[in-house]
Protein backbone atom coordinates (compact mmCIF):
# COMPACT_ATOMS: atom_id res chain seq x y z
CA UNK A 1 0.00 0.00 0.00
CA UNK A 2 1.21 3.44 -1.17
CA UNK A 3 2.25 6.00 1.44
CA UNK A 4 1.69 10.07 0.96
CA UNK A 5 2.84 12.80 2.75
CA UNK A 6 -0.40 13.25 5.35
CA UNK A 7 -0.97 17.32 5.55
CA UNK A 8 -3.41 18.75 8.19
CA UNK A 9 -5.90 21.10 7.44
CA UNK A 10 -8.88 22.61 9.30
CA UNK A 11 -12.75 23.85 8.58
CA UNK A 12 -13.42 26.72 10.37
CA UNK A 13 -16.84 28.93 10.63
CA UNK A 14 -19.63 29.30 12.60
CA UNK A 15 -21.94 26.38 12.98
CA UNK A 16 -24.36 25.76 9.78
CA UNK A 17 -22.26 27.30 7.44
CA UNK A 18 -22.02 24.00 5.86
CA UNK A 19 -18.66 22.74 6.78
CA UNK A 20 -19.56 19.02 7.67
CA UNK A 21 -21.72 18.81 4.59
CA UNK A 22 -18.70 20.24 2.27
CA UNK A 23 -16.05 17.30 3.89
CA UNK A 24 -19.12 14.59 3.09
CA UNK A 25 -19.30 15.50 -0.52
CA UNK A 26 -15.69 15.87 -0.88
CA UNK A 27 -14.50 12.53 1.20
CA UNK A 28 -17.77 10.36 0.45
CA UNK A 29 -19.65 11.97 -2.15
CA UNK A 30 -22.84 12.75 -0.72
CA UNK A 31 -25.09 15.55 0.61
CA UNK A 32 -27.39 15.10 2.94
CA UNK A 33 -30.37 17.85 3.42
CA UNK A 34 -30.70 17.69 7.07
CA UNK A 35 -27.67 17.50 9.61
CA UNK A 36 -26.97 17.32 13.41
CA UNK A 37 -24.70 19.35 14.83
CA UNK A 38 -20.70 18.46 14.97
CA UNK A 39 -19.52 17.40 18.58
CA UNK A 40 -16.30 19.09 18.99
CA UNK A 41 -14.85 17.33 15.63
CA UNK A 42 -15.69 15.05 12.64
CA UNK A 43 -11.92 13.71 11.32
CA UNK A 44 -12.07 12.34 7.60
CA UNK A 45 -9.14 11.46 5.73
CA UNK A 46 -8.97 11.51 1.54
CA UNK A 47 -5.97 11.14 -0.83
CA UNK A 48 -5.10 13.99 -3.32
CA UNK A 49 -3.33 13.93 -6.30
CA UNK A 50 -1.59 17.09 -7.99
CA UNK A 51 0.72 17.61 -10.63
CA UNK A 52 3.43 17.74 -8.28
CA UNK A 53 2.56 14.30 -6.35
CA UNK A 54 -0.22 12.96 -4.49
CA UNK A 55 -0.78 13.30 -0.55
CA UNK A 56 -3.35 13.00 1.77
CA UNK A 57 -5.33 15.26 3.54
CA UNK A 58 -6.38 15.22 6.85
CA UNK A 59 -9.32 17.07 7.37
CA UNK A 60 -10.46 18.10 10.61
CA UNK A 61 -14.07 19.85 10.75
CA UNK A 62 -14.47 21.77 13.76
CA UNK A 63 -17.73 22.24 15.73
CA UNK A 64 -18.82 25.92 14.95
CA UNK A 65 -21.30 26.58 18.27
CA UNK A 66 -19.75 29.07 20.77
CA UNK A 67 -19.56 26.85 23.85
CA UNK A 68 -17.33 23.85 21.72
CA UNK A 69 -14.27 26.55 22.16
CA UNK A 70 -12.55 25.27 24.42
CA UNK A 71 -12.50 21.77 22.98
CA UNK A 72 -11.73 22.94 19.46
CA UNK A 73 -7.98 24.88 20.85
CA UNK A 74 -6.39 21.51 21.06
CA UNK A 75 -7.78 20.08 16.85
CA UNK A 76 -5.70 23.33 15.49
CA UNK A 77 -2.08 22.72 16.57
CA UNK A 78 -0.43 21.35 13.31
CA UNK A 79 -2.86 22.91 11.14
CA UNK A 80 -1.34 23.80 8.12
CA UNK A 81 -4.12 25.57 5.99
CA UNK A 82 -7.63 26.45 6.84
CA UNK A 83 -10.76 27.03 4.91
CA UNK A 84 -12.67 29.99 6.22
CA UNK A 85 -16.16 29.26 5.56
CA UNK A 86 -19.00 31.74 5.54
CA UNK A 87 -22.91 31.00 4.66
CA UNK A 88 -23.61 33.17 1.57
CA UNK A 89 -27.20 33.41 3.01
CA UNK A 90 -26.34 34.57 6.60
CA UNK A 91 -23.70 37.87 6.03
CA UNK A 92 -23.23 37.31 9.40
CA UNK A 93 -20.75 34.19 9.25
CA UNK A 94 -18.60 36.28 6.93
CA UNK A 95 -18.45 39.14 9.53
CA UNK A 96 -17.48 36.17 12.06
CA UNK A 97 -14.48 34.87 10.14
CA UNK A 98 -11.89 37.53 12.43
CA UNK A 99 -12.52 35.62 15.32
CA UNK A 100 -12.16 32.40 13.86
CA UNK A 101 -8.57 34.06 12.02
CA UNK A 102 -7.22 35.19 15.90
CA UNK A 103 -8.49 31.64 17.60
CA UNK A 104 -6.76 29.54 15.00
CA UNK A 105 -3.36 31.63 15.10
CA UNK A 106 -3.16 31.16 18.87
CA UNK A 107 -2.50 27.68 17.75
CA UNK A 108 -0.99 27.07 14.43
CA UNK A 109 0.37 30.72 13.92
CA UNK A 110 1.61 29.77 10.16
CA UNK A 111 -1.58 28.17 8.99
CA UNK A 112 -3.00 29.32 5.34
CA UNK A 113 -6.03 30.58 4.97
CA UNK A 114 -9.04 30.39 2.13
CA UNK A 115 -12.11 32.00 2.59
CA UNK A 116 -14.91 29.74 1.38
CA UNK A 117 -18.45 31.20 0.51
CA UNK A 118 -20.63 28.20 0.74
CA UNK A 119 -24.45 27.75 0.00
CA UNK A 120 -24.07 29.54 -3.63
CA UNK A 121 -27.13 27.74 -4.97
CA UNK A 122 -29.31 29.45 -2.66
CA UNK A 123 -28.37 32.87 -3.45
CA UNK A 124 -29.55 34.70 -6.95
CA UNK A 125 -26.52 34.87 -9.48
CA UNK A 126 -23.84 37.76 -8.67
CA UNK A 127 -24.85 37.76 -5.22
CA UNK A 128 -22.10 39.01 -3.06
CA UNK A 129 -21.53 39.24 0.59
CA UNK A 130 -18.24 41.03 0.88
CA UNK A 131 -16.44 37.45 0.50
CA UNK A 132 -14.15 38.22 -2.36
CA UNK A 133 -13.20 41.83 -0.73
CA UNK A 134 -12.36 40.22 2.85
CA UNK A 135 -10.31 38.08 0.87
CA UNK A 136 -8.47 39.97 -1.04
CA UNK A 137 -7.81 42.48 2.51
CA UNK A 138 -6.46 38.98 3.95
CA UNK A 139 -4.28 38.33 0.85
CA UNK A 140 -6.00 35.21 0.42
CA UNK A 141 -8.30 33.13 -2.00
CA UNK A 142 -11.73 33.13 -2.02
CA UNK A 143 -13.75 30.39 -3.51
CA UNK A 144 -17.57 29.96 -3.78
CA UNK A 145 -18.86 26.68 -3.07
CA UNK A 146 -22.06 24.42 -2.99
CA UNK A 147 -21.91 21.08 -0.81
CA UNK A 148 -25.48 20.34 -1.94
CA UNK A 149 -24.44 20.47 -6.13
CA UNK A 150 -20.81 20.09 -5.51
CA UNK A 151 -19.82 23.26 -7.31
CA UNK A 152 -16.43 24.22 -6.44
CA UNK A 153 -16.11 21.25 -3.14
CA UNK A 154 -13.31 19.52 -5.11
CA UNK A 155 -10.97 22.75 -6.09
CA UNK A 156 -11.75 23.93 -2.57
CA UNK A 157 -9.61 20.84 -0.93
CA UNK A 158 -6.94 20.60 -3.74
CA UNK A 159 -6.58 24.35 -3.02
CA UNK A 160 -6.30 23.58 0.45
CA UNK A 161 -3.72 20.80 -0.56
CA UNK A 162 -1.52 23.50 -2.71
CA UNK A 163 -1.71 26.06 0.43
CA UNK A 164 -0.97 23.67 3.12
CA UNK A 165 2.59 22.78 0.99
CA UNK A 166 3.40 26.46 -0.63
CA UNK A 167 2.59 25.57 -3.51
CA UNK A 168 0.90 28.30 -5.93
CA UNK A 169 -2.98 28.13 -6.67
CA UNK A 170 -3.93 27.65 -10.20
CA UNK A 171 -6.08 30.24 -10.28
CA UNK A 172 -7.03 33.26 -8.06
CA UNK A 173 -10.79 32.80 -7.45
CA UNK A 174 -12.99 36.00 -7.58
CA UNK A 175 -16.31 34.71 -9.13
CA UNK A 176 -16.68 31.56 -7.52
CA UNK A 177 -15.43 30.18 -10.90
CA UNK A 178 -12.96 27.06 -11.55
Same mark, same amino acid.
Given at each position: ?11 L??G????TS ?8 ? &? ?8 ? *???? $?? /?? =?M????V ?10 P ?5 R???Y????S?A ?18 E ?9 ? &? ?8 ? *???? $?? /?? =? ?6 L??P ?12 E???V?LA?L???L??D???N???G
Open positions: MATYPLLKVVLGDNVGKLARRYCEGM &FEESRIMTIG *VDFQ $TK /VV =GPEGTKLSIWDVAGQHFKVVEGFRGSLALVYDMTQPSTLANLLGWIEVQQYAPNVK &FAVIGNKVDL *VPPG $TS /VG =GEEFAHSGVHLLTSAKDGLGVQMFDRAVNPLVTYDGG
